[in-house]
């Protein structure tokens, strides 16, 4: 499925690319293809398949607000596979320039609507003149393969829309509350993927049946049938999973990372870092990225977070990338009484121009105050978010009075992060 389709296979087919979800399950602090992957947005990895598939047209349909964020990818995305720049009027909103059959896709950018039907919708009403075949695909869906495209397309016929599809591997019980009622016969099951394909006039013909009729459909091909249309399937790709938990999030970094190195799979790397300051008369605490009102504040050049330094030097040291000192220290005036996580978002961006990618980070602080535990997930969500996203885990203990942590001086932490490479340009 890895094999690029011939240039001409896609030269009457629009991709309507759905990027206009927001996210919850994954809980990345962002609409989710805007969610970094790899030092990119999940978006900008949808796109390689999607241009590498070489479709007459590009439809991106994204959260309102983001339109600038989106036309920035895509414009990334476009000169990637094509070489050139797009000109500013390749990527207006409501572009209907005809598709070609040479040079590069049409594109445009849309805000979407408030279900994914009506998304896709906005972007019915903006195919190019020549379009014939309309492929829907979910930007979630961000490692599928650009083969994925041709087949499907190859396979639309009039009358007939096509989605790809895998055989269900798992055994499948019915149940009713916790009772396991009956087993299910996989072998009449299959697991949709995306992008789906159909005629370009039944599919908006559809469309406007489902409008017609007062009725929400989360899957296009039932929308397709419901309307009349006949669906049909060919093998999908294990590569076109749906981005949807952190775990799936994970599951696309190793994938990535491991393509990464021509002869073998990338070697994640591990660094540790360090940071102590003492505490100091006056001031608001500021640690794990959060203000500790009625906690004494840390001595340092900026806010002294000890915690989000040690991250820091943790995972610049992961990618050989100097430490704290170099990139924030006092020959950095700028970042003076920054907070913590200026420094993570900008670490976070060293790392991504570097050539890598985040993996996790661990972080624990040693000290008498303050008391952790009940802020413990407000914190790791404010580190995450700062880090783009990369799982972060903290937690804190005491030396039983031993140290000057014990004597109630200051704080100690230790963090460990790690590391992917990722293949650059």
């Not at 990338?266 to 100091?280: E, L, N, Q």
């Amino acid at each position: 499925m890895n094999d690029l389709p011939p240039p001409s296979s896609l030269a009457h087919t629009a991709v309507i690319v759905v990027a206009a979800g927001s996210g919850t399950r994954l809980a990345a602090g962002a609409p989710k293809a805007f969610v970094p992957l790899c030092g990119r947005a999940i978006l900008e990895h949808a796109l390689d398949g999607v241009f590498a598939a070489a479709p007459a047209q590009v439809i991106l349909v994204v959260p309102a607000g983001l339109e600038s964020d989106a036309r920035t990818i895509l414009e990334a995305a476009q000169t990637t596979f094509t070489g050139r720049e797009m000109p500013p009027s390749e990527v207006r909103s409501d572009n209907p320039r005809p598709a070609s059959d040479e040079g590069a896709p049409v594109v445009a950018v849309i805000v979407g609507g408030e279900t994914r039907q009506r998304s896709v919708a906005a972007g019915l009403a903006v195919l190019a003149d020549g379009i014939d075949t309309v492929l829907v695909h979910d930007a979630a869906r961000a490692l599928t393969p650009p083969a994925q495209f041709a087949a499907v397309s190859a396979a639309v016929r009039p009358g007939v829309g096509v989605i790809p599809a895998l055989p269900v591997v798992d055994t499948l019980k019915r149940v009713h509350g916790e009772e396991v009622v009956a087993p299910v016969d996989r072998s009449e099951l299959a697991a949709a993927q995306t992008p789906q394909g159909f005629p370009r006039t039944e599919l908006v013909a559809a469309y406007g049946h489902a409008e017609a009729q007062g009725i929400e459909y989360t899957d296009d091909a039932a929308l397709f049938a419901a309307a009349g249309g006949a669906v049909r399937h060919v093998l999908g790709s294990e590569e076109a999973f749906k981005i949807t938990t952190p775990h799936d999030l994970e599951r696309a970094r190793m994938i990535l990372t491991s393509s990464a190195v021509p002869d073998g799979p990338a070697i994640p790397r591990i660094g540790i870092g360090t940071d102590v300051h003492a505490f100091a008369p006056g001031g608001t605490l500021r640690l794990a990225g959060l203000d500790w009102p009625g906690e004494p504040a840390l001595e340092g050049h900026s806010d002294g977070d000890a915690v989000a330094h040690a991250i820091v030097d943790a995972l610049l040291g992961a990618a050989g990338l100097g430490d704290i000192g170099q990139h924030f220290g006092t020959a950095h005036p700028e970042y003076a009484g920054a907070h913590g996580d200026v420094f993570l978002a900008r670490t976070a961006e060293i790392l991504a121009e570097g050539g890598f990618a985040i993996g996790n980070v661990s972080v624990q602080f040693q000290g008498n105050r303050p008391r952790f535990s009940a802020r413990r997930a407000e914190a790791e969500r404010v580190l995450s978010e700062a880090l783009g996203g990369a799982p972060v885990a903290v937690s804190a203990t005491t030396t039983d009075g031993l140290g000057f942590p014990g004597r109630g001086e200051g704080i100690a932490v230790t963090a460990v992060a790690l590391v992917h490479p990722i293949a650059l340009g």
